[in-house]
C-alpha cells in the first residue's frame, strides 16, 4: 500500500535554514502537503505542491518536489524558535480530496537559539 | 469567526465504557473526518463522512462509529470494543472535492482510558 516516509528528528540553530524530507510511494497523487502541528493542537496546513510542479516558493518556505525518485523536500529558511513544532508531509490518495490523505509520521523540529 | 470546536480537550474514562467525543464546525463544509493519533505516528484516518447522513470507514475503523445527523456535527463514538482507545483524536473538515482546500483541523481530544 501506500507509505510516506519521513525521518523523525530535526535539530537546526536559529537563523539556519532547516530541510525536512520525505519520501512517497503512490506516483498518482496529484497533490502533496506540508502540515505543521504545535504542541497540544491540531495540523495547520502550511503549503501544498501540485504534482506537475517542481518547486514552490511562499516566503521562507520552499517546496521541492522530485516527481521521478518521489521525494518531496521542505526548507525554512531563517529558522526561528517559533518553527519549532511537527511537519506532516502527506499525499493525497483520492484524486486530491484532502480526505484521504496519507500522512508521514512527522519530523519534529527543535530550533535551540 | 469560523472554525472547527472539539470538546472536550481532555477525556478520562474507564475501560469497558462507551464515550463520544463532540467535533462542531461552522465553517459550511461538506466533508468530516476523524483521525487517530499516537506517538511517534502519522494520522490514521477513522471514518469521514462528505455529505450529511452518510459516512465511510477509514483504515481503522474498528471499535469505533460516527454519525452525521447534521452538517455541523460530527461525533465519534469510542466503543468498549477499541483495543487501545488511549490516543490523541483529531476532528477535520473541508469543502469536499476542492484539492485546493485544506483541511481544517480542530484542538484534538486526548482521551486516556484506565
Known amino acids: 500500500g501506500e507509505d510516506v516516509e519521513q525521518s523523525l528528528f530535526l535539530s537546526v540553530r536559529e537563523g539556519d535554514s532547516s530541510v525536512i524530507n520525505c519520501t512517497y510511494t503512490d506516483s498518482s497523487s496529484t497533490y502533496l502537503y506540508w502540515y505543521k502541528q504545535e504542541p497540544g493542537a491540531g495540523l495547520q496546513l502550511l503549503t501544498y505542491?501540485?504534482?506537475?510542479?517542481d518547486m514552490k516558493q511562499d516566503q521562507r518556505l520552499t517546496v521541492l518536489l522530485n516527481k521521478k525518485d518521489k521525494h518531496l523536500s521542505l526548507r525554512i529558511a531563517d529558522t526561528q524558535t517559533g518553527d519549532s513544532a511537527i511537519y506532516f508531509c502527506a499525499e493525497d490518495d483520492y484524486g486530491g480530496s484532502q480526505g484521504n490523505l496519507i500522512f508521514g509520521k512527522g519530523t519534529k523540529l527543535s530550533v535551540k537559539p | 469567526d469560523g472554525g472547527i470546536t472539539q470538546s472536550p480537550k481532555y477525556l478520562f474514562r474507564k475501560e469497558g465504557q462507551n464515550v463520544t467525543l463532540s467535533c462542531e464546525q461552522n465553517?459550511?463544509?461538506?466533508?468530516m473526518y476523524w483521525y487517530r493519533q499516537d506517538p511517534g505516528q502519522g494520522l490514521r484516518l477513522i471514518y469521514y463522512s462528505q455529505i450529511v447522513n452518510d459516512f465511510q470507514k477509514g483504515d481503522i475503523a474498528e471499535g469505533y462509529s460516527v454519525s452525521r445527523e447534521k452538517k455541523e456535527s460530527f461525533p465519534l463514538t469510542v466503543t468498549s470494543a477499541q483495543k487501545n482507545p488511549t490516543a490523541f483524536y483529531l476532528c477535520?473538515?473541508?469543502?469536499?472535492?476542492?484539492?485546493?482546500?485544506?483541511?481544517?483541523f480542530g484542538n484534538g481530544t486526548r482521551l486516556t482510558v484506565t
Open positions: 505542491i501540485f504534482s506537475n510542479m
Open positions: 477535520a473538515s473541508s469543502i469536499h472535492g476542492e484539492p485546493n482546500s485544506p483541511l481544517h
Open positions: 465553517l459550511n463544509h461538506d466533508a
